[in-house]
């Protein structure tokens, strides 16, 4: 992308692996999983029974009472990260509102306020079944909305809706955003929460989910022989892109550039990935291309990996955009330990790939105990690694075939 | 129920469905401007009642129910009907 440099000054993480970005970094060099039992609802019937889900969340931290009650937890996430994110960079109100916007997705949005109203409707009917509040606690863009609400941001306010490209594609499109002049300050990224019966009960009924029940920390094992689906996991990831000229002259800390973003689609099938994953290749491509990046410059990508068939297509993706390079960059699936959160993912992996710019450290793919012989990268196999590396890239690949890439690179 | 018993039960609700402290819940306070309530916060305050003291308070009603002690006479007098 030709036009003004875009740096990433602030990051706000709920996770399964924590509220709070220390926690979540700590967890990930730690190789720690996040994925427990489902204490959400009861579980009992469903052929998954785990998921990763947010502990220790008190919405009452950034939320008065009573508005809790009045919005999905997706919702409730994505106020959250936000109000970490702006703190993290140290941003403070807005000197000039109307320049700072807000692009958060959801994947699915309210599916937890859907079912619980639907629930009363049917017990005490339509006029004290429905609360006022139902249609903004559950529509995807009050998430942005409320972000915009809280912090007085006047400028650019939507959601992009991708299934699990969607965080990857608000972050993209905000960088796109800022690079050409239409905004100096966005917060962007994804949030998700849907361990819920229809959720995990529609993915269930695809068979995507893994059943492994028994050993619910292990069931996320991207790129082994003995994966058998993706774990279903929840939180925001968010993360503040500014100006970076406006971030150099307040003194901001800088985590990282985004220097490149791509976005394509397979038009093949509404849930398998294309042959070769074609639409993958081209993503990765042109994301570098709009960096102007060679492939040989790319040190660690954070790969969609999420414990499918699909490990393989990307696997082969990465080696025919990167040739003899792929033999010797790191990838990772940081979803072993985080799980997949739909919506959210593409923001926390965006989230992660910064943080390890930044703190010079690969986060690990967990529970490689046994390499499908059809992934033989370098997937920085169960422990953390201390290297330097220059440029990193993150995939996210969504049902409907759409895919999102993001080039970020070390600032220091 | 007395007077009393339905005042103590109206602000119990509006203290709870608008988070509001016990010394700012008294009789002339006004819903939206004192106790800080929108019209969402307002439709979900009458079907609390409604729930509550198992009346029904028409849409055309809601207009003329401005303070807490409007709350308390309204429904004192659906109460005696």
């Known amino acids: 992308m030709t036009g003004r440099r875009v740096a990433i000054t602030g990051v706000g993480l709920v996770s399964p692996l924590g509220v709070g970005n220390d926690e979540n970094w700590r967890s990930l060099c730690a190789g720690k999983s996040g994925i427990g039992p489902i204490t959400r609802f009861d579980a009992s019937a469903m052929t998954t029974r785990f998921a990763g889900e947010v ?94 609400i809280r912090h007085n941001y006047r400028g650019p306010n939507m959601s992009h809706v991708s299934a699990c490209s969607t965080g990857a594609h608000s972050i993209g499109e905000a960088f796109h955003l800022i690079a050409r002049g239409g905004a100096d300050v966005m917060i962007a990224g994804g949030t998700e929460a849907t361990v819920s019966p229809l959720a995990v009960g529609g993915f269930g009924s695809m068979r995507a989910l893994s059943t492994r029940n028994d050993e619910p920390t292990k069931a996320s094992r991207p790129f082994t022989l003995s994966r058998d689906g993706f774990v279903l996991s929840e939180g925001a990831g968010l993360l503040i892109l500014e100006e970076w000229e406006r971030a150099k002259a307040r003194g901001a800390r800088i985590y990282a550039e985004i220097v490149g973003y791509a976005a394509t689609s397979d038009a093949h099938h509404i849930t398998a990935p294309s042959p070769d994953g074609e639409g993958a290749q081209r993503c990765m491509r042109l994301a570098l291309r709009d960096a102007g990046l060679p492939p040989e410059a790319v040190g660690y990508i954070n790969a969609h990996g999420t414990s499918t068939g699909a490990d393989a297509t990307e696997t082969g993706a990465i080696k025919a955009v990167f040739g003899e390079h792929a033999r010797k960059l790191a990838v990772s699936s940081t979803k072993s330990m985080h799980g997949h959160l739909l919506g959210a993912t593409g923001g926390l992996e965006a989230a992660i790939c910064a943080l390890a710019l930044h703190h010079e450290v690969l986060p690990p793919t967990i529970n490689l105990d046994d390499p499908d012989p059809e992934c033989d990268l370098d997937y920085v196999p169960h422990e953390a690694r201390k290297v330097a590396v220059d440029v990193a890239l993150s995939n996210s690949f969504g049902f409907g075939g759409t895919n999102a890439c993001l080039v970020f690179k070390r600032t220091g | 129920m007395t007077t009393t018993d339905i005042e103590k039960q109206v602000i119990e609700i509006v203290r709870e469905q608008l988070d509001v402290k016990p010394e700012d819940c008294t009789l002339d306070k006004i819903f939206t401007d004192d106790l800080g309530a929108d019209s969402l916060a307002i439709v979900e305050l009458v079907l609390a009642f409604e729930e509550h003291f198992e009346i029904k308070i028409p849409d055309e009603e809601v207009e003329n129910i401005k303070t807490v002690g409007d709350a308390v006479n309204y429904i004192r007098a659906r109460r005696k009907a």
Not at chain 1, 57 to 63: A, H, K, L, V
Not at chain 1, 113 to 125: A, C, P, V
């Open chain 1, 55 to 148: 502990r220790d969340f008190d919405p009452t931290r950034w939320i008065p009472k009573k508005e809790v009650r009045q919005m999905d937890l997706f919702i409730q996430y994505a106020i959250a990260a936000a109000a970490m994110a702006v703190e993290d960079a140290k941003l403070g109100p807005p000197d000039d509102p109307e320049r700072f916007g807000v692009y958060v997705g959801a994947g699915l949005g309210g599916l937890p306020f859907l079912e619980s109203t639907h629930d009363s409707l049917r017990e005490k009917g339509p006029r004290h079944g429905i609360s006022p509040y139902f249609v903004p606690a559950i529509i995807v863009n009050l998430a942005p909305g409320q972000i915009s």
